[in-house]
Structure formats: structure tokens, C-alpha cells
């Protein structure tokens, strides 16, 4: 069965600091790796990956896929307490319907 | 990134009535639309996977008779809610899918049936 594993679940750090978010895999015909941010509404779209060792950087949040190991890194430095939310790791798996296949999600806490 | 629409962003109606939620993709062609339901404190769920032209695709558990699903073009996409009961209140959040696999989010519909 196709799973996506994120970890840790939650996470309480303070503004500055620099925090690591795990994504692991096990899903059938892998297409692409997906983070999103999510507060109080939808979540929103930080980044797409398919490609293994190529890091994707948007400001300090950068994201990385290892399609070997079956993983995904997100990082963000610098905290700020903006940076609270819900963060979100999608696989697109088989078939060419794009359905996206979540994991549990890790809840970051910054503080000020 | 793309901008995914939703509407509308909160609707309370009655218990045994009709609610439709459109959603439409602003500034791309998406033929495939997924439609996710979310409680409180959960993860996303999926609904079904809307595709253009075509009858969507519900997942298990899902009733297609109770979630209607229209894809009637390549940037709308509706969902409604027959005969809305109060355990059918959630989040519906719809997402686009581009030709190049990234998934944008509408903003999401809060349903409240009364």
C-alpha cells in the first residue's frame, strides 16, 4: 500500500532558529514530491520535485529529494513566527490522474 | 504560483437542501481537479479526481449520488452537496492539477448544514 511518512508530527522551535522536515516515501511509479504550507485555510504550494539532488530554494525555506532513499528534506531558516503552520508532504503516484497521496502533516510552532 | 478559486468561501444552509461549490482555475487549463474534504485537526481527504469531459472518479466510501461532481470545462469544476445532513459539515477544499503535475489549492469552502 502506498504511504507517505512525515516527521516528526510536531514540532516547537524559536524565531532564528533552523528546523528539518521529513518526508518519507513508499509509493508505486513515483512522478513528483510535493510540500505545502498550511495555516488556517488551503494549504499552499511551496515546491515540486522530481528530481533527485536538486534542491529547490525559495527564499530560506530550500527542499531537497532523494529518490534512492526514498525521502524529502524541508528546510527553513531563520525562523519567524510566521512560519507557524501545518506543513504538508505529497506523492504523486500511479497513473496519470495526478492524485496526490498525503502524509500526516508536521505542525511547526515557532515562538517568538 | 496559480491561482485556484473558490465559491463560495462559506455557505450555512438547511438540512435536506442542495449546495453546489464551484471551482475554477484563473490563470491555467486544468483538466484534472480533485475535490478533498477536512475535518478539524485532520489531514486532507480525497473525494474524488475530477476530469474534464468525463465522469469523476470517487474514492471508496465516497457516495457519487450524494457529491456531485461537473467538470464542464477546462477551468471550472462543481461539487454539490444533495440533501445536505449537519455530518456532511466540513472544509471542501478543491485543487488544479497543471500539465506539469504541480497542484495548486482553492482557499476552501466551510459547509455548515443546520
Known amino acids: 500500500e502506498d504511504k507517505v511518512v512525515q516527521s516528526p508530527l510536531s514540532l516547537v522551535v524559536h524565531e532564528g532558529d533552523t528546523v528539518t522536515l521529513n518526508c518519507s516515501y513508499e509509493v508505486t511509479n513515483f512522478r513528483s514530491l510535493l510540500w505545502y504550507k498550511q495555516e488556517k485555510k488551503a494549504p499552499t504550494f511551496l515546491f515540486m520535485l522530481?528530481?533527485?539532488?536538486i534542491e529547490k530554494k525559495s527564499g530560506r525555506l530550500s527542499s531537497i529529494l532523494d529518490k534512492k532513499e526514498l525521502f524529502s528534506i524541508l528546510n527553513i531558516t531563520a525562523t519567524q513566527t510566521g512560519d507557524s503552520a501545518v506543513y504538508l508532504c505529497a506523492v504523486g503516484g500511479s497513473g496519470n490522474t495526478g492524485k496526490l497521496i498525503f502524509g500526516q502533516g508536521t505542525t511547526l510552532q515557532v515562538k517568538p | 504560483g496559480a491561482v485556484v478559486s473558490q465559491h463560495p468561501s462559506w455557505v450555512i444552509c438547511k438540512s435536506g437542501t442542495s449546495v453546489k461549490i464551484e471551482c475554477r482555475s484563473l490563470d491555467f487549463q486544468a483538466t484534472t481537479m480533485f475535490w478533498y474534504r477536512q475535518f478539524p485537526k485532520q489531514s486532507l481527504m480525497l473525494m474524488a479526481t475530477s476530469n474534464e469531459g468525463s465522469k469523476a472518479t470517487y474514492e471508496q466510501g465516497v457516495e457519487k449520488d450524494k457529491f456531485l461532481i461537473n467538470h464542464a470545462s477546462l477551468t471550472l469544476s462543481t461539487l454539490t452537496v444533495t440533501s445536505a445532513h449537519p455530518e456532511d459539515s466540513s472544509f471542501y477544499i478543491c485543487?488544479?492539477?497543471?500539465?506539469?503535475?504541480?497542484?495548486?489549492f482553492g482557499p476552501g469552502t466551510r459547509l455548515t448544514v443546520t
Open positions: 485543487s488544479a492539477r497543471r500539465p506539469s503535475y504541480e497542484q495548486y
Open positions: 522530481t528530481s533527485s539532488g
